[in-house]
T-cell receptor, first 114, second 115 residues
Framework: SAVISQKPSRDICQRGTSLTIQCQVD?????MFWYRQQPGQSLTLIAT?????????ESGFVIDKFPISRPNLTFSTLTVSNMSPEDSSIYLC???????????FGNGTRLTVT | AQSVSQHNHHVILSEAASLELGCNYSYGGTVNLFWYVQYPGQHLQLLLK??????LVKGIKGFEAEFIKSKFSFNLRKPSVQWSDTAEYFC?????????????FGTGTKLQVIP
C-alpha cells in the first residue's frame, strides 16, 4: 500500500493565523482526501483533492476556510485559514484508488489553536 | 446519505475474552464496508474489508466480520483478544456507485484489554 507522509505532525498556532499541511505519497494515486477528526469524534471528510482542478468540498466546508491544492498525483496541501480554537483537531490525508478500494491514511497533523 | 453507527464507545475486556463490536449502516444500495484500527500513537490501518461475495470476511490478527444485509450490520469479532488489541476501532462504509469514493466513518470504539 502507499506510504503517506504528512507534515507537520503537530503544531500549536495562534488564533487568526493560517497553517498549511502537506501530504506526500510515495506513488501516484488517483484520489486524495482530507479528513478532520475532532476530539472525541469520528473522522469527517473535508474535501476530495482533485488533480488539476478545484477540490470538491463536503457540506459545511468551504474553499475560503480550507483551500486545497493538488499540483500532481503524489502531493496535496490543505490550508486551515484564519484559525480559531474550534479548528483544533487532527487533520488526516488519505489516498485511494477508486470506489472499490480501501483508503490508506497518513499519521495526521495534530493542530491546537490557542 | 450514508451513515454509520457504532453502539459501543468504550469496551473493556480481559485477555482471552471474546470480542464483538457492533456496526450498523444506513444506505439502501450496494455498499463496501470496512473496519479500521488505530493503535495508540499510530495511524489508521485497514483491518478488513467487504466488497462482495462471502459475507464472512477475515482480516489481520485473527479478526473477522460478518455482513448481514438484512440487518444492515457489519459486526467485528475476535474469539480471544490480546493486550496488543488495545486500540480504537472504526467501522466505515462507502457507496461505490458512480465511482465516487466517499467513505463515511462511525464514531469509533475504544477497546481496552486488561492483561
Amino acid at each position: 500500500s502507499a506510504v503517506i507522509s504528512q507534515k507537520p505532525s503537530r503544531d500549536i498556532c495562534q488564533r487568526g493565523t493560517s497553517l498549511t499541511i502537506q501530504c506526500q505519497v510515495d506513488s501516484q494515486v488517483t484520489m486524495m482526501f482530507w479528513y478532520r477528526q475532532q476530539p472525541g469524534q469520528s473522522l469527517t471528510l473535508i474535501a476530495t483533492a482533485n488533480q488539476g482542478s478545484e477540490a470538491t468540498y463536503e457540506s459545511g466546508f468551504v474553499i475560503d476556510k480550507f483551500p486545497i491544492s493538488r499540483p500532481n498525483l503524489t502531493f496535496s496541501t490543505l490550508t486551515v485559514s484564519n484559525m480559531s480554537p474550534e479548528d483544533s483537531s487532527i487533520y488526516l490525508c488519505s489516498v485511494g484508488e477508486g470506489a472499490n478500494s480501501p483508503l490508506h491514511f497518513g499519521n495526521g497533523t495534530r493542530l491546537t489553536v490557542t | 446519505a450514508q451513515s454509520v453507527s457504532q453502539h459501543n464507545h468504550h469496551v473493556i475486556l480481559s485477555e482471552a475474552a471474546s470480542l464483538e463490536l457492533g456496526c450498523n449502516y444506513s444506505y439502501g444500495g450496494t455498499v463496501n464496508l470496512f473496519w479500521y484500527v488505530q493503535y495508540p500513537g499510530q495511524h489508521l490501518q485497514l483491518l478488513l474489508k467487504y466488497f462482495s461475495g462471502d459475507p464472512l470476511v477475515k482480516g489481520i490478527k485473527g479478526f473477522e466480520a460478518e455482513f448481514i444485509k438484512s440487518k444492515f450490520s457489519f459486526n467485528l469479532r475476535k474469539p480471544s483478544v490480546q493486550w496488543s488489541d488495545t486500540a480504537e476501532y472504526f467501522c466505515a462504509v462507502n457507496a461505490p456507485s458512480g465511482g465516487y469514493q466517499k467513505v463515511t466513518f462511525g464514531t469509533g470504539t475504544k477497546l481496552q484489554v486488561i492483561p
